[in-house]
DNA sequence: TCTGAAAGTTTTCATCC
DNA sequence: GGATGAAAACTTTCAGA
């Protein structure tokens, strides 16, 4: 379980995480090594599932967005197992959500350029068993990228 | 401009940057001080524009992620803008995207539950001046939730 | 611009509260 | 659980190539 603590750190780390054990121990109220236990406790528990470096998708250029809405054919466990292994294997694929409502998946695709969007399309949706429509939206715009969740605490 | 040790340095890094310099180093093949030198680089260029944790969505327990299709009443940029301000001010906001395509934007919320999800559907769309029509697609399944972007060198 | 070693921090871990 | 302090590990700095 939780605690208000936790809530607090866990919100800090989801937004810094590059900060040492003492910097996040002044901002939260606690010594460095209390501090420490608890990511160990986040991290060992998978709440934490990792961490990262988040890129400026402005600076790295060429880096185009997209955004696939995808409906299936057909509605079989089968077949949505076999499209989401394809797209979980394809680097372009950058996030997968399954979804309920006027779609199935709602898939982020991000490649160097238009070109490879094109081929990665193609591959993934055009040429490819079980989708039955997708639709691209693309990005011009990235204004917000974050990953931060809420915590429920107690 | 960066060059292939950059392109697999960041890569490295936006999959898992908790390693130490020497790991970095023993996987690029450079020293700890000249990978050192390279991040920050990119820190002070803004090519790193930050680094995050990343929580499991499922063991979040009651984190409920949905994803809305906007589209505006009008076109003008303050019209955007005013949007944005208020799509941005949101803490439930996770991620925007101002695309071209049937929408406008994609909204990505993330919430503490469904009541907290129809609360802010309604002060950010339902209720919200500029908007023409949403859709809503209730995430059940974020089946891959990455940031990484490809990097161009050269 | 890289390497390698010394100096300075941070993290880790055992112990006590 | 949380704090403290010593040891280990890591990061930072800087000389040399």
């Not at 939260?28 to 990792?50: E, K, M, N």
């Not at 299936?72 to 399954?98: F, I, K, N």
Request: proline share 3%; charged share 25%; with cysteine.
């Amino acid at each position: 379980m939780l605690d208000e603590l936790d809530g607090l750190l866990l919100a800090e780390l989801q937004r810094d995480s590059s900060r040492t054990l003492r910097e996040l121990g002044e901002v939260v109220g606690l010594s460095p090594s209390a501090v420490q236990r608890r990511i160990d406790r986040y991290r060992t528990s998978g709440l934490i599932t990792r961490e990262v470096a988040v890129l400026d998708a402005g600076l790295s250029a060429t880096a185009v967005l997209t955004i696939c809405l995808v409906t299936l054919r057909y509605e079989s466990d089968q077949h949505h197992a076999e499209v989401r292994g394809r797209l979980l294997a394809a680097p372009e694929v950058q996030q997968v959500y399954a979804v309920s409502g006027d779609y199935d998946y709602v898939v982020v695709l991000a490649t160097a350029g238009m070109a490879e969007y094109r081929d990665a399309g193609r591959r993934l949706f055009q040429n490819a068993p079980n989708i039955q429509r997708y639709t691209t939206l693309v990005v011009f715009d990235p204004i917000k990228t974050s990953t931060a969740l809420p915590v429920t605490i107690g």
